[in-house]
């Protein structure tokens, strides 16, 4: 079946770093790749949408110059959380389609903690 | 705008018992409905999906749902809860197979022995 992986799948970083994530679609080439972000014991809320190639679209509310992503390939987006901050302690999903119709398979997830 | 609302944040059943997730939507166009099950400190994974075809739809670990229009509800159903169906339950909806998910706000399930 279709697999998307995250990496990492948990990191620990202090106040004011950089932090990469990485999505992949391990086994089909994703048109379309999604970022959400989930608090504790909430639901997930879109971040943005990533197409191959171009820029993402980012959510009301969601900076974009905080959360770059880039989406080089059509099996590969990354997510960089600059100069991190507490309050962006959260677990990070991304999602991609592209395999079969209607469906969208989401990644482990990527549980980030900021000291 | 879409919307999902799903009714009661935690539900408890004893093993072997019924389970009834509810789940009702909002959109202006036909809907994409999904129901997705997440597992501690763990991604989704879908359980099944309406995309305008057959009604009663039939997913995976015995659950099926319903979409009923006139209700704008898809709940989630099983005939006898396992202990291993414990988790969180997400309902969402979207305009198409390819378009972002609105989820609901998820349904704990515990399941008791």
């Known amino acids: 079946g279709a697999v998307v992986s995250q990496h990492p799948s948990w990191v620990i970083c202090k106040s004011g770093t950089s932090v990469k994530i990485e999505c992949r679609s391990l086994?089909?080439?994703?048109?379309?790749m999604f970022w959400y972000r989930q608090f504790p014991k909430q639901s997930l809320m879109l971040m943005a949408t990533?197409?191959?190639?171009?820029?993402?679209?980012?959510e009301q509310g969601v900076e974009k110059d905080k959360f770059l992503i880039n989406h080089a390939s059509l099996t590969l987006s990354t997510l960089t959380v600059t100069s991190a901050h507490p309050e962006d302690s959260s677990f990070y999903i991304c999602?991609?389609?592209?395999?079969?119709?209607?469906?969208?398979?989401f990644g482990p997830g990527t549980r980030l903690t900021v000291l | 705008a879409q919307s999902v609302t799903q009714l009661g944040s935690h539900v408890s059943v004893s093993e072997g018992a019924l389970v009834l997730l509810r789940c009702n939507y909002s959109?202006?166009?036909?809907?994409?409905l999904f129901w997705y099950v997440q597992y501690p400190n763990q991604g989704l994974q879908l359980l099944l999906k309406?995309?305008?075809?057959?009604?009663l739809v039939k997913g995976i670990n015995g659950f099926e749902a319903e979409f009923k229009k006139s209700e704008t509800s898809f709940h989630l159903t099983k005939p006898s809860a396992h202990m291993r169906d414990a988790a969180e339950y997400f309902c969402?909806?979207?305009?198409?197979?390819?378009?972002?998910?609105?989820f609901g706000k998820g349904t704990r399930l515990s399941v008791i022995a």
């Open positions: 999602s991609a389609d592209g395999l079969a119709p209607d469906t969208q398979y």
């Open positions: 086994d089909f080439q994703a048109t379309t």
């Open positions: 990533s197409n191959e190639g171009s820029k993402a679209t980012y």
């Open positions: 959109s202006s166009v036909p809907p994409y």
């Open positions: 309406y995309t305008s075809a057959a009604t």
């Open positions: 969402a909806v979207s305009l198409s197979g390819n378009t972002p998910l609105v």
